[in-house]
């Protein structure tokens, strides 16, 4: 069984169009999080979500917005795609926030 | 805002060892270290929570130094399968404890 797991994979999409990556965490974990790693490798944090509190970093554009259904699922949706957002996407859950990250395989995105 | 890693890239042979330097400008509460390889997500090392800790993991092992905010990861008798790029990541109390990765230090171990 797969700790965390993402859908899709891989995703190729036209600029303009809204887009949902889903993740799901069998680890019974409190915290989940997106984080988004670009061409250069670096992972930047993006949101935090603990027990309906969400934490957001705030260089994030407001076209993303994470959806919580549940504990065990984060959703991440975005609109208005651009070009810039081309990146992996990672999931992740912790037991707590701030403790030990178990990721996601990711979902690679293209925005064409 | 963001660890600052060093170097940025190590080129090793089986056998060498390395050191990869994690530092922050702000005061932190933890410091964790993630290796990925190419294509996969990255796994966890290990955590640190106090200044002065150090752990260990195979031969893989870190030191926090909270004094000065930095943490470091030693890699003895490197083997090829410690290839990959490893990240720090920091967490800081009044920062919701989110935890921000530094740019990476991308490691390469050669027969």
């Known amino acids: 069984d797969t700790a965390v797991s993402q859908t899709p994979k891989y995703l190729v999409t036209q600029m303009g169009n809204d887009k949902s990556i889903k993740c799901e965490q069998n680890l019974g974990h409190d915290t989940m999080y997106w984080y988004k790693q670009d061409s250069k490798k670096f992972l930047k944090i993006m949101f935090s979500?603990?027990?309906?509190?969400?934490?957001i970093n705030e260089t994030v554009p407001n076209r993303f917005s994470p959806k919580s259904p549940d504990k065990a699922h984060l959703n991440l949706h975005i609109n208005s795609l651009e070009l810039g957002d081309s990146a992996v996407y990672f999931c992740?859950?912790?037991?707590?926030?701030?403790?030990?990250?178990?990721f996601g395989e990711g979902s690679r995105l293209t925005v064409l | 805002q963001q660890p600052v890693q060093s170097p940025q890239a190590v080129i090793l042979r089986e056998g060498e060892d390395a050191v990869i330097n994690c530092s922050s400008s702000?005061?932190?509460?933890?410091v964790h270290w993630y290796r990925q390889k190419h294509g996969e997500a990255p796994v966890f090392l290990m955590i640190l929570l106090k200044g002065g800790e150090q752990k260990g993991h195979e031969k893989i092992s870190a030191s926090f130094n909270e004094k000065k905010q930095q943490s470091s990861l030693y890699l003895t008798a490197s083997q090829l399968s410690y290839s990959g790029t490893y990240f720090c990541?920091?967490?800081?109390?009044?920062?919701?404890?989110?935890?921000?990765f530094g740019g990476g230090t991308r490691l390469m171990v050669k027969p």
């Open positions: 992740a859950s912790s037991q707590v926030t701030g403790g030990e990250l178990f």
């Open positions: 979500y603990n027990n309906k509190e969400l934490i």
């Open positions: 990541g920091t967490t800081r109390r009044n920062a919701g404890n989110m935890l921000t």
């Open positions: 702000k005061a932190l509460y933890s």
